[in-house]
């Protein structure tokens, strides 16, 4: 079962679809659970409506196909991603607050969302061409906002880093990793893990802490 339900995830974000039927719901709450659990290729369309309480052809209502639902859970959580780390990155304080916070909440994200986590990151090879191009400028945004927060912080004197790019990929690499091994069983809540992984975030870029 997925730990943040999707309906919550889709609301958060600019324009959050609250006028969705509840059966689009279902089916994408529905969609994100078996893709975690089976993987997209191993999923059908009549595990995802049964699992939604719905007939197949009811599916068909509301999405044109499976990489159709997985197009947007691809989309949504990565826009979701997005915006937690440009508000992290423009928030108060110099560039080793902002890193640390950033690095506490892109890991919380990853414990709480972990089963949207594992699929908007283990399932891209299963994109359609077209839906992938809008994921991949998604990543690369990411990738760029905390590029820049971590150049601010080498131009300070904060941060010691050899290559910018291979940083910011560490970094979020880190926090991405959490959703595929965090479970309800794991020893520290996601805001406890957050906080361990902001301080490993700061002393991989060689900030004092």
Do not use: C
């Not at 997985?70 to 959580?77: D, F, M, T």
């Not at 607050?97 to 089963?115: I, K, S």
């Not at 906002?145 to 971590?150: C, K, Q, Y």
């Not at 940083?167 to 595929?180: E, F, H, N, W």
């Amino acid at each position: 079962m997925t730990s943040t339900p999707i309906a919550d995830l889709w609301r958060t974000l600019p324009g959050g679809a609250d006028s969705r039927p509840e059966a689009a719901y279902r089916l994408l709450q529905a969609a994100v659970e078996s893709f975690a659990e089976r993987g997209f290729h191993a999923t059908t369309t009549r595990d995802i409506a049964t699992a939604a309480g719905m007939s197949p052809a009811a599916l068909y209502i509301h999405y044109q196909s499976k990489a159709a639902l997985l197009a947007e859970i691809s989309q949504a959580g990565h826009a979701a991603t997005l915006e937690l780390v440009r508000a992290a990155a423009a928030g108060e304080g110099g560039p080793v607050d902002r890193m640390r916070r950033l690095g506490e909440e892109f890991t919380a994200w990853h414990a709480r969302a972990r089963t949207v986590g594992r699929v908007v990151n283990y399932e891209l090879h299963a994109l359609p061409e077209d839906a992938y191009a809008v994921v991949a400028v998604l990543r690369l945004d990411i990738e760029r906002e905390v590029s820049a927060l971590i150049e601010e912080g080498v131009r300070a004197g904060a941060f010691q880093v050899s290559e910018v790019r291979t940083a910011a990929r560490a970094v979020t690499s880190l926090g991405i990793d959490v959703s595929r091994w965090f479970t309800d069983r794991s020893t520290e809540t996601p805001d406890e893990l957050g906080r361990r992984y902001g301080e490993l975030v700061l002393r991989m870029l060689g900030a004092r802490v």
